[in-house]
C-alpha cells in the first residue's frame, strides 16, 4: 500500500480501520503519504498504533498538500 500511494495519481480515499495496522505498517504509509499528490481522505480508525505512528504521520502531513481528512480515532495514542 505504501509504495502505491508513491506513485497513485487517481486514488481520492482509502479506508484502512480496522485492518491492526502497526506502528511500522503506518510509518510505510506515512512515507507513501509523503509524495502522494491525489489522497484527499485516510481512515486508520480502529487499529494498533502508538503516538509514535502518529508522529510519522505529521512529519510526512508536512510534505503532502492534498490530504483533508485524516481519521485516527480508536487507536492507542495517549497524551505522553
Known amino acids: 500500500i505504501a509504495d502505491s500511494l508513491k506513485m497513485n495519481r487517481t486514488l481520492t480515499s482509502l479506508d484502512l480501520h480496522y ?3 502497526s506502528d511500522i ?3 510505510a504509509i506515512a512515507g507513501g503519504l509523503q509524495t502522494n499528490s491525489s489522497l484527499r481522505s485516510l481512515n486508520l480508525a480502529s487499529n494498533a ?3 509514535w505512528a502518529v508522529e510519522k504521520l505529521a512529519e510526512a502531513l508536512k510534505l503532502n498538500q492534498t ?3 485524516l481519521n ?3 487507536n492507542a495514542l495517549s497524551d505522553d
Open 19 to 21: 485492518n491492526q495496522l
Open 72 to 74: 485516527l480515532r480508536s
Open 67 to 69: 490530504l483533508q481528512t
Open 25 to 27: 505498517s503506518v510509518e
Open 49 to 51: 498504533f502508538s503516538h
